[in-house]
């Protein structure tokens, strides 16, 4: 007999015989508390391998830092993570290179920790529930710049009056520890104070700026949610403009006059008119503010760092690459990628919007001529023989990913006529604003929304090595 019908029973008793005592069915056994766990160390990416924790899931980052640009230490920092255990947690990591760590605390209680490389292991003095936790890490040291073979040098750079923060793919965590992968976005908080005279440019906002004695502090408020990679601390002499665009979002530029001199106004004006283009061909600009950063880094590239790109003075001076940047705020910073080997998703998008800024102004052939002149070089072996979908960490920033990655697009285009493509541009942004997606995801969309078996298509452009010739 069940429960519910032996309770009824005695129920119906109680009330024969005139018994005024409630009576109720036996509580159900309790749930055996889970076990804590340590989490994982990694996500799996074989891109950036070890990189990312499992276990929990980042909410916020809270950074306090000192800036010194040429003092020992260069950083004196505080990162409070804010974060959800998805397990009970008996020990977690941090990705964190480099640097001194001085104290952690979890949930304002000493914790244990050491260092293995590229991560930081932390032991709370107790175990952790499933739930939200807080976990505050001060350090300090000058962050090491990344040298890498394959990718180039990236990273905390020092600039001719101050630094200069570019981090993609893998290097957000020479200078703050955290979960450093797209999968686990988070909002982010910066108080960066930097001796006087010296402007301190981060993500997001500014929402305060305070001067005292020989070092003025900025706080900065990023309230969408960004992947690690696109974190920016950018510290120099910089002249600054901000207002709105012509269609009203909030924009914030900043050049170093010592590499484009007379450039502060051309700059803010052309990256006023790309967000507001790209507003209404992609849908709404995912963000709370645009703008972007012109500095004297010894780099060799533009980085989509989220509401503020960054460049170089020989880039900013060219509007194409300011619209690849700024069309990177919806493909690559509101939506990410899930692996750093879907980064076509990023580059091939930017790739094309470059292009359809050329047509646009009249500077560039159409996307279609584009397509051609590439697809005429039929010995490219950069081009043809890697796969874009699959590219390697060596082909990360080739020419398949974004030249043959934006040659996909055009081809999708072809196939699908214009009013399905570009409503397949703007369902992926809406449908995955502020997540993470996948290739996979995006042929299935573009099927759903062409209702068109496109499969061979993305197979040979995306997979597949050699030249297509049919699709």
């Not at 019908?5 to 056994?29: D, F, K, N, Q, Y």
């Not at 990591?93 to 920790?113: C, E, F, W």
């Amino acid at each position: 007999m069940s429960a519910r019908r032996i309770a009824a029973s005695v129920l119906l008793l109680a009330t024969l015989t005139g018994c005024s005592e409630s009576v109720r069915a036996p509580a159900a056994a309790p749930r055996p508390a889970e076990r804590p766990v340590a989490g994982a160390a990694g996500l799996g990416d074989p891109v950036v391998p070890g990189d990312g924790n499992g276990g929990y899931d980042v909410q916020h980052y809270d950074l306090d830092l000192r800036v010194t640009p040429r003092g020992r230490p260069s950083l004196a920092a505080t990162a409070t993570i804010t974060a959800d255990a998805t397990q009970a947690l008996s020990r977690f990591d941090l990705d964190l290179t480099g640097l001194t760590v001085s104290k952690v605390t979890v949930d304002g209680a000493p914790a244990a920790y050491s260092r293995v490389p590229d991560k930081l292991v932390v032991t709370p003095a107790r175990p952790i529930a499933r739930g939200r936790f807080t976990v505050a890490v001060v350090y300090s040291g000058t962050p090491a710049a990344v040298d890498d073979r394959q990718l180039g040098r990236y990273g905390w750079i020092r600039t001719g009056d101050g630094t200069f923060v570019g981090a993609e793919p893998d290097a957000a965590h020479t200078w703050f520890p955290g979960n450093d992968h797209p999968q686990d976005k988070a909002t982010f908080g910066f108080r960066v104070t930097v001796p006087k005279g010296l402007t301190a440019v981060a993500n997001g906002q500014l929402t305060g700026t305070a001067a005292s004695g020989r070092t003025t502090t900025y706080t900065w408020r990023a309230r969408d949610p960004m992947a690690t990679y696109l974190a920016m601390v950018d510290v120099g002499r910089f002249k600054v403009r901000s207002g709105r665009t012509p269609g009203g979002i909030p924009i914030y530029v900043a050049v170093d006059p010592a590499v484009d001199p007379a450039g502060l106004n051309s700059f803010y004006d052309t990256t006023a008119k790309v967000t507001d283009a790209w507003a209404k061909l992609f849908g709404p600009y995912p963000f709370e503010s645009t703008g972007g950063v012109v500095d004297d880094a010894p780099v060799q590239f533009a980085l989509e760092t989220q509401t503020k790109p960054e460049y170089v003075a020989s880039m900013a001076a060219v509007p194409t690459v300011i619209a690849h940047e700024l069309s990177h705020q919806w493909f690559g910073d509101s939506v990410s990628v899930h692996q750093w080997g879907d980064i076509w998703l990023n580059e091939g998008f930017a790739t094309y919007a470059e292009w359809l800024w050329g047509e646009r102004e009249g500077s560039g052939d159409t996307p279609q001529r584009e397509f051609d002149g590439r697809y005429a070089q039929q010995h490219s072996a950069d081009l043809w023989n890697i796969a874009p979908a699959a590219p390697g960490r060596s082909a990360l920033f080739g020419r398949s990913v974004y030249e043959r990655g934006a040659m996909t697009l055009q081809a999708l285009r072809r196939k699908v006529g214009d009013q399905h493509f570009f409503a397949i541009l703007r369902a992926w942004v809406a449908e995955h604003r502020y997540g993470d997606a996948t290739t996979p995801q995006f042929v299935a969309l573009a099927q759903r929304i062409s209702g068109m078996d496109l499969r061979h298509l993305f197979q040979v452009w995306l997979y597949d090595r050699g030249r297509p010739v049919n699709w």
